[in-house]
């Protein structure tokens, strides 16, 4: 079984920044995708940014230039560092871990944009 574990949302004004961080352990399959998704009230939940075990980035084209995602395989942390924040991002943020043992989630971390 793997774990994740949240943390670095809170409330922030527009134009500002914020860099959510997730922990994974437990049983980790070391080929692997770490992902961020996020959903906002009465939308479906959608994919931010992820990043490979070797480095592969795929980001959202709403958040291209304003986000970036990194990982630190040695600590199975993935980040999500968020500058140039609008109220648009306001979501609950979700880290994923997937890999051929399995899917795994978070249990969200909330950002709000607000002035």
């Known amino acids: 079984q793997v774990q994740l574990v949240e943390s670095g949302g809170g409330l922030v004004q527009p134009g500002g920044s914020l860099r959510l961080s997730c922990a994974a352990s437990?049983?980790?399959?070391?080929?692997?995708?770490m992902g961020w998704y996020r959903q906002a009230p009465g939308k479906q939940r959608e994919l931010v940014a992820a990043i490979t075990s070797n480095g592969n980035v795929n980001v959202a084209d709403s958040v291209k230039g304003r986000f970036t995602i990194s990982r630190d395989n040695a600590k199975n942390t993935v980040y999500l560092q968020m500058n140039s924040l609008k109220p648009e991002d306001a979501a609950v943020y979700y880290c994923n871990l997937r890999s051929g043992w399995g899917d795994y989630w978070g249990q969200g971390t909330q950002v709000t944009v607000s002035s």
């Open positions: 437990g049983s980790i399959f070391s080929i692997n995708v």
